[in-house]
């Protein structure tokens, strides 16, 4: 193996005037700034201890808050001469440090290169052995039992792979050894710098701190296999936008382009939102096109100028005119979040309360809301809602003329907006993402951790429904609502989260996976349409890019196993 003597190479922690920095740091912060940040531990918990008496809780308070102003009267008379001492040491220890990682990397470095030498001696020994092992045997084939010696062939060809593989993992240990040891060197510098910093970190060294860890646990396969669709997704927009201009005579890449994919995205970004977090549970929901019906239907006929020509079970047709524009719009709004919470929480208990599978649960939803609204409604379109609304809402703002094009934005992209902040809000900074989360990953585990797994699970039943809501009030800003309105929409959206990187695996995602999902096929879509190719055909596209997004979320899966 690769010669392992060490070289004797000095450490942070054993250079002498670094040990009496850190020092004069430690006795300079004892009775400032480390005895503030102590005491306010102790004051936070002192406030939460539920077993002191309240008059000795207060008195106590009292004590430490006059040691805490005590701490920061001396914090503010050792500030200069800390920061002078702190700022002295870093440029010290940034110093001595660049020694130490080159005496490290120079060891490192020389026992990489003596791990591939061994390695390549090593391959050819276990190889020449194979070949010599094989010829051995085939000579004996002619004079001995054919079957035993095929047998002995073919234990021989599998010994050989097996020490071919072992000797490739020694190698491969040998240098992820060195690799860690080169990190290791410079995040010690960087821990000291923090140390003398009193925690404060610096921006240049972590952006490097996390790209020397990048480096360190980079892995080809792993890295393919993690982002190998989106870089074939990039390429084939790469594609596209080099052929646009010979195929259809006009360039892909425009801002008023990007603006439209961006708008087409706005509504369908709600769907996809909603819909994460079941399949964060494993799950997933095929009610969302009916969804959006449910709730573009109620819009339309609240926002619909004059007598509406639609009658639902025999109620209707109605004249909302004479109400309010305002209060009609947040009428439909919240009809709409109503209905499609009300149904979603219907499918939601089932999954919730009886294990069945969401699958199931969204699917009879799906059914029982299509016919409703095709029975209801006799499948008859809305027709357009009030224009002034329309424009407020669901139109642009123009920016400018840029190379002869008028440039507008879309307003529909604003609340997209808002519901990606709000739903990674929910995800990142809530217990109730962390308990989705923990429900995700193992059920029974988070059970008997003390989460309420009913009460996840139909809570993010209910928060889909919110998200369809707004996503379908929005919808009929888009177009004219009917009861067919939303066909397909479920598969986009499921598909958005599953490129998105959302395992079905449950336990597993991110929103912005989720909202970048939408933003990817939106675009393929757009693209694909921009350059004539039939519609019927662009579902071919879609299911390739379906298939190959959970076949490398299955691989990951079954890896971690």
Same mark, same amino acid.
């Given at each position: 193996?690769?010669?392992?003597?060490?070289?004797?190479?000095?450490?942070?922690?054993?250079?002498?005037?670094?040990?009496?920095?850190?020092?004069?740091?430690?006795?300079?912060?004892?009775?400032?700034?480390?005895?503030?940040?102590?005491?306010?531990?102790?004051?936070?918990?002192?406030?939460?201890?539920?077993?002191?008496?309240?008059?000795?809780?207060?008195?106590?308070? %009292?004590?430490?808050?006059?040691?805490? /102003?005590?701490? +920061?009267?001396? @914090? =503010?008379? !050792?500030? &200069?001469? #800390?920061?002078? $001492?702190?700022?002295?040491?870093?440029?010290?220890?940034?110093?001595?440090?660049?020694?130490?990682?080159?005496?490290?990397?120079?060891?490192?470095?020389?026992?990489?290169?003596?791990?591939?030498?061994?390695?390549?001696?090593?391959?050819?020994?276990?190889?020449?052995?194979?070949?010599?092992?094989?010829?051995?045997?085939?000579?004996?084939?002619?004079?001995?039992?054919?079957?035993?010696?095929?047998?002995?062939?073919?234990?021989?060809?599998?010994?050989?792979?097996?020490?071919?593989?072992? %000797?490739?993992?020694?190698?491969?240990? /040998?240098?992820? +050894?060195?690799? @860690? =040891?080169? !990190?290791? &060197?410079? #995040?010690?510098? $960087?821990?000291?710098?923090?140390?003398?910093?009193?925690?404060?970190?610096?921006?240049?060294?972590?952006?490097?701190?996390?790209?020397?860890?990048?480096?360190?646990?980079?892995?080809?396969?792993?890295?393919?296999?993690?982002?190998?669709?989106?870089?074939?997704?990039?390429?084939?927009?790469?594609?596209?936008?080099?052929?646009?201009?010979?195929?259809?005579?006009?360039?892909?890449?425009?801002?008023?382009?990007?603006?439209?994919?961006?708008?087409?995205?706005?509504?369908?970004?709600?769907? %996809?939102?909603?819909?994460?977090?079941?399949?964060?549970?494993?799950?997933?929901?095929?009610?969302?096109?009916?969804? #959006?019906?449910?709730?573009?239907?109620?819009?339309?006929?609240?926002?619909?100028?004059?007598?509406?020509?639609?009658?639902?079970?025999?109620?209707?047709?109605?004249?909302?005119?004479?109400?309010?524009?305002?209060?009609?719009?947040?009428?439909?709004?919240?009809?709409?979040?109503?209905?499609?919470?009300?149904?979603?929480?219907?499918?939601?208990?089932?999954?919730?309360?009886?294990?069945?599978?969401?699958?199931?649960?969204?699917?009879?939803?799906?059914?029982?809301?299509?016919?409703?609204?095709?029975?209801?409604?006799?499948?008859?379109?809305?027709?357009?809602?009030?224009?002034?609304?329309?424009?407020?809402?669901?139109?642009?703002?123009?920016?400018?003329?840029?190379?002869?094009?008028?440039?507008?934005?879309?307003?529909?992209?604003?609340?997209?907006?808002?519901?990606?902040?709000?739903?990674?809000?929910?995800?990142?900074?809530?217990?109730?993402?962390?308990?989705?989360?923990?429900?995700?990953?193992?059920?029974?585990?988070?059970?008997?951790?003390?989460?309420?797994?009913?009460?996840?699970?139909?809570?993010?039943?209910?928060?889909?429904?919110?998200?369809?809501?707004?996503?379908?009030?929005?919808?009929?800003?888009?177009?004219?609502?009917?009861?067919?309105?939303?066909?397909?929409?479920?598969?986009?959206?499921?598909?958005?989260?599953?490129?998105?990187?959302?395992?079905?695996?449950?336990?597993?995602?991110?929103?912005?996976?989720?909202?970048?999902?939408?933003?990817?096929?939106?675009?393929?879509?757009?693209?694909?349409?921009?350059?004539?190719?039939?519609?019927?055909?662009?579902?071919?596209?879609?299911?390739?890019?379906?298939?190959?997004?959970?076949?490398?979320?299955?691989?990951?899966?079954?890896?971690?196993?």
């Amino acid at each position: 193996m690769a010669d392992n003597k060490a070289m004797e190479i000095r450490t942070i922690e054993d250079d002498r005037k670094i040990q009496e920095y850190t020092q004069k740091l430690r006795a300079l912060r004892k009775d400032g700034e480390t005895k503030v940040t102590d005491t306010k531990i102790d004051i936070t918990a002192l406030r939460k201890n539920q077993l002191i008496d309240e008059d000795e809780k207060a008195r106590v308070l %009292a004590q430490k808050k006059k040691e805490l /102003e005590e701490a +920061k009267a001396v @914090a =503010a008379r !050792n500030k &200069a001469e #800390v920061n002078r $001492i702190a700022k002295e040491a870093v440029k010290y220890v940034n110093t001595v440090s660049r020694d130490i990682e080159a005496a490290v990397n120079e060891k490192e470095n020389k026992r990489m290169a003596g791990a591939k030498a061994y390695y390549a001696r090593e391959v050819a020994e276990i190889k020449e052995a194979g070949e010599k092992r094989k010829s051995e045997l085939s000579h004996r084939l002619a004079a001995g039992d054919p079957k035993i010696l095929k047998s002995e062939l073919s234990v021989a060809a599998y010994e050989t792979k097996s020490a071919l593989f072992d %000797a490739k993992s020694r190698f491969q240990n /040998e240098i992820n +050894k060195s690799k @860690a =040891a080169k !990190n290791q &060197a410079y #995040v010690d510098h $960087i821990q000291k710098n923090r140390e003398l910093r009193n925690g404060k970190s610096n921006f240049g060294e972590d952006m490097k701190m996390k790209w020397m860890n990048y480096k360190t646990n980079f892995r080809p396969s792993s890295f393919l296999l993690a982002n190998g669709l989106y870089i074939a997704i990039i390429i084939f927009f790469i594609i596209c936008i080099i052929i646009a201009p010979m195929k259809v005579n006009s360039n892909l890449l425009t801002l008023p382009n990007i603006f439209t994919i961006l708008e087409q995205c706005s509504t369908r970004m709600f769907y %996809a939102l909603g819909v994460a977090g079941l399949i964060l549970l494993a799950g997933t929901d095929l009610s969302i096109g009916r969804m #959006v019906a449910l709730g573009s239907v109620t819009t339309g006929l609240i926002l619909h100028p004059g007598m509406n020509i639609v009658s639902f079970m025999g109620m209707g047709p109605w004249d909302f005119s004479a109400i309010p524009m305002g209060v009609r719009v947040i009428m439909a709004l919240v009809l709409a979040i109503l209905f499609c919470s009300i149904f979603s929480a219907f499918a939601g208990f089932f999954s919730a309360k009886l294990k069945m599978h969401p699958f199931i649960s969204t699917m009879s939803t799906q059914l029982i809301i299509y016919g409703l609204l095709f029975f209801g409604t006799s499948g008859t379109p809305v027709g357009s809602i009030d224009r002034g609304i329309k424009e407020l809402i669901g139109g642009r703002w123009t920016l400018g003329v840029l190379n002869g094009n008028l440039i507008t934005f879309p307003k529909l992209i604003i609340p997209a907006i808002i519901a990606i902040i709000v739903a990674w809000i929910i995800w990142n900074k809530t217990t109730f993402g962390k308990n989705m989360y923990a429900v995700g990953g193992n059920a029974e585990a988070a059970a008997v951790s003390g989460i309420s797994v009913f009460w996840v699970t139909l809570g993010v039943f209910i928060m889909a429904g919110v998200f369809y809501g707004c996503g379908s009030f929005l919808e009929a800003f888009r177009a004219n609502a009917s009861a067919g309105t939303g066909q397909g929409y479920e598969m986009d959206a499921i598909a958005a989260c599953v490129v998105g990187g959302i395992s079905f695996n449950g336990g597993i995602g991110k929103i912005g996976g989720a909202a970048i999902g939408v933003v990817i096929f939106t675009s393929l879509t757009y693209c694909l349409t921009f350059l004539g190719i039939d519609t019927n055909l662009q579902f071919v596209f879609k299911g390739f890019i379906i298939l190959a997004a959970v076949s490398l979320d299955s691989i990951k899966y079954l890896k971690k196993k």
